[in-house]
């Protein structure tokens, strides 16, 4: 079967706990919650693709440790291609420990990336590529993205960035970029122009042809061209909001395969995301392709 789409990053293990309320220094919590996980923001993006019946293929890099093992073993689970993915012994695999406050929804996220080296180019297998349809990158591994992201260009591949937070190389691999989806926090960092929308028309002069941010509960804004449009989020009864990023991302994606327009691709990853936050942690909650059209036709979206 060919892969439809490739996607580059990291991929983790979340540990994640609900208290009822954030503990003071020097004290104990009894945990009203808990949950072991795969994490990443492509891994989870990948995840949510091949819960729509995607085929798709993961990149990475991780060690032989449990941690790594427990990563392929949740990403191989979905039927994910993972016979691209490097390992190299004897180190630390990427982990989070994230604390979610019952009361107030409110995240405290511990992180490590562990010990791995980088993914370097000449370790990317890119006949992976041959035949996809699209590049899902995070910024996380700069030099094989960049690589990729190049070898994608070649082959007609739109390359799909995540941009959560300023990173090496980042620069450079929004250039390469046909879509970013970037944060609130990237946004304001990377084009600080007051209002949003001036942030957007900047962010788009670097490359992408199309630049969404999204906004959190304010749900997400994009631009293409002179198209302008705000999507508001799904409302749902929000238990946790751990990597609703994440699979709005994979939402997006979705929506590229299918040629689907700006809007209706911001309908479709809007409504992806809000579904992913049913329960705790991003892949607990996964939507199926189904409940997300479903559920995305049924939103409004509001042009600006």
């Known amino acids: 079967m060919t892969v439809?789409?490739?996607?580059?990053?990291?991929?983790?293990?979340?540990?994640?706990?609900?208290?009822?309320?954030?503990?003071?220094p020097e004290s104990k919590a009894e945990l009203a919650g808990f949950s072991l996980q795969?994490?990443?923001?492509?891994?989870?993006?990948?995840?949510?693709?091949?819960?729509?019946?995607?085929?798709?293929?993961?990149?990475g890099k991780l060690s032989d440790?449990?941690?790594?093992?427990?990563?392929?073993?949740?990403l191989?689970?979905?039927?994910?291609?993972?016979?691209?993915?490097?390992?190299?012994?004897?180190?630390?695999?990427?982990?989070?420990?994230?604390v979610v406050e019952r009361e107030t929804g409110r995240r405290t996220t511990f992180f490590t990336s562990g010990n791995v080296d980088p993914l370097s180019p000449d370790e990317l297998d890119l006949s992976v590529l041959?035949?996809?349809?699209?590049?899902?990158?995070?910024?996380?591994?700069?030099?094989?993205?960049?690589?990729?992201?190049?070898?994608?260009?070649?082959?007609?591949?739109k390359v799909v960035l995540d941009a959560g937070n300023i990173r090496e190389g980042m620069g450079e691999l929004v250039a390469l970029t046909d879509v970013l989806l970037a944060s609130e926090r990237y946004a304001s960092e990377v084009a600080p122009r007051g209002e949003l929308e001036d942030s957007l028309?900047?962010?788009?002069?670097?490359?992408?042809?199309?630049?969404?941010?999204?906004?959190?509960?304010?749900?997400?804004?994009?631009?293409?061209?002179?198209?302008?449009?705000?999507?508001?989020?799904?409302?749902v009864n929000v238990v946790d909001t751990t990597g609703a990023g994440d699979i709005y991302f994979g939402g997006y994606a979705y929506g590229l395969l299918q040629?689907?327009?700006?809007?209706?691709?911001?309908?479709?990853?809007?409504?992806?995301?809000?579904l992913s936050c049913r329960e705790l942690g991003a892949r607990a909650a996964l939507p199926t392709v189904e409940e997300v059209e479903a559920v995305s036709w049924q939103e409004s979206r509001t042009p600006v």
């Open 65 to 74: 440790d449990d941690f790594g093992r427990f990563s392929m073993r949740g």
């Open 38 to 59: 795969g994490g990443g923001a492509v891994a989870n993006a990948i995840s949510t693709l091949a819960g729509f019946r995607i085929p798709t293929a993961f990149i």
């Open 259 to 274: 040629g689907w327009p700006l809007e209706r691709c911001m309908q479709v990853a809007s409504a992806a995301a809000g």
């Open 76 to 98: 191989s689970s979905l039927g994910i291609d993972l016979a691209h993915v490097v390992v190299q012994p004897g180190r630390l695999s990427p982990f989070a420990f994230i």
């Open 130 to 157: 041959q035949g996809a349809e699209l590049l899902l990158i995070d910024g996380l591994q700069p030099r094989a993205q960049i690589r990729a992201a190049e070898e994608a260009r070649k082959l007609n591949i």
């Open 201 to 235: 028309i900047e962010l788009s002069r670097m490359g992408p042809r199309v630049v969404v941010v999204t906004l959190g509960k304010e749900g997400s804004i994009g631009l293409e061209g002179d198209k302008l449009v705000h999507q508001p989020p799904l409302q």
């Open 4 to 24: 439809r789409v490739v996607g580059i990053g990291q991929a983790a293990v979340d540990h994640l706990a609900v208290v009822d309320r954030y503990p003071e």
